[in-house]
C-alpha cells in the first residue's frame, strides 16, 4: 500500500501534526460555511430563522454523529489492519463499512423526513410556531440528503485510516465553494430563505460525496470496487459495530445533550435561542485544533497498537497534548477579544447580542479542560478502548445536563446555567479519560494483532 502515512516508523508527534493539519483547514471550512449560513439567515431573513437554523443544529448533530461514530469505529478497525500490513482484511473491513454506512443512512432519511415535526416540536419543545415553521421546514429538506452526509463520512474514515488526511480537505474546499454560492444565490436572489440554506448544504454534500468516491477509487486500488465486489462480511461487520457502537453512542450522547440543553434554552425564549445559536457556532472555532488532533491520535494509536507499539503511543500522547493546550490557549484570546464583533456579524442586537457576547467569553476561559480531554479521547479508541470513550462522553454529557437543569429548576438560576455548566461537565472528562490513560488497562484493547 504505498504511498500512504506509515505512522508505525518515524517520529510520532510529527506525523499526528502533518496528518491533523489538513483536518484542521477542513474543520475550519466547514465551520466558516456554517458560520455564513448563520450570517445570510440571521441579516437577510430573520431572528426567528437563525433560532430555527440554531434548534435544527442540535438534531443535524445527532446524525452527524451517528454516520461519524460509526465510519470512525470502521476506520480503527481499518486502520488497525493497516498497521497489522493484513491488506486483503483492510479491503474486506472497507467494503463492508460502505454497505453498512449506507444501509444506516437510507433509514436515517426515512426517519429524518417522517419524524420532523415531533422531533421539533415535542423533543425540542419549539412553542414559537414561527420558529417551529422555519424549523420543520429546514430540517426535512436536511434529512433527505442524509445518504450523502453517510457515505461521505465512511469514506472519509477509510482515507484517514491509511494516513490520507488531505484529500478530506480538498473534498471540504469543494463542498464550501459550493454551499457558499448557493446560500447567496437562493436566499439573496431566490428569496427562499430557510428552505435555500437547507438545499445549498443537500447539494453541497451530494457533490462532495462523489468527488470524495472518484478519489478513492482512482488513488487507492485497495478500496477499488466494483458494484459486484461490494459485500457484507460478517466478520468484518462484527469487528466495525464492535468499534462503530461505542463510538456512534460517544457521539450521539453528545449530541442529544445538546438536544435537551437546546430545549432549556427554548424555555427562555427566541433572544436566547438566537443568541445560543451564534455561541455555539463560534464555540465550535475553538474545538478545530484539538478535535483535529484528536483525530490525529486516534489514527495513530490505531496504526501502532496494530504493530504492537504501545510505548510510542505513549511518548507520542505527551507531545501532542502540548500542542493542544497551545492552540487551545491561543485561540481562546482571540475569541475573547473579538466576541463582541464576531456576534454583531449575525445580525443579532440587543438582549441577544449581550447574551452570546457573555457565552462566548465564558467558554473562552474554560477550553484549555477540553483540550487536556480530546487527545486523550481519540488514544483510547484508536487503541480499541471504545467502550470507555463512550463511558466517558455519556458521563460528562450527564453531568452537563443534570447541572444545567438543577441550576434552573432546583437553583433558580437564570439563563447562565446554559453555560456555567459547562466546564462542570469537561472536569468530569479530563478526569476519566487520563484515569484511563494512567491506569494503562487501553493497553489490552487491541483488536488486531500484528501477522
Known sequence: MKGKLDMTQGVGWRHVLIFSLPIMLGNLLQQLYNTVDGIVVGKYVSEAALGAVGNCASLTFLFIAIAFGLSNGSGIVVAQFFGAKREDDVRRAAST???????????GVVFGLAGSQWLLGTVLGIKDEEVLKEAVTYFRIYSAGLLFQFLYNVVAALLRALGDSKATLYFLIISTAINLGLDLLFVLSFSWGVAGVAAATVIAQCISTVFSLVYMNRRYPVFRFKLKELKYHRD?????????IPSMLQQSVVAIGSMFMQRLVNTFGKALMAAFTVGNRVENYIFIPIMALNAGMSTFAGQNMGAGKPRRVKECWKRVMVMSLAFSAFIAVLIYSFATPISTLFGVTGKSLTMSVEMIRFMS??????SLYLPTGGLLQGAGDAFFAMLCSMSTLGVRVISAYTMVYAFDVDYHAVWYAVPIGWVCCVILSWARYFSGAWERKALVKKA
Open 97 to 107: 463499512a460502505i454497505l453498512l454506512l449506507c444501509g444506516v443512512g437510507i433509514a
Open 236 to 244: 468484518m461487520g462484527k469487528r466495525c459495530l464492535q468499534m462503530g
Open 365 to 370: 476561559f474554560f477550553v484549555l479542560l477540553f
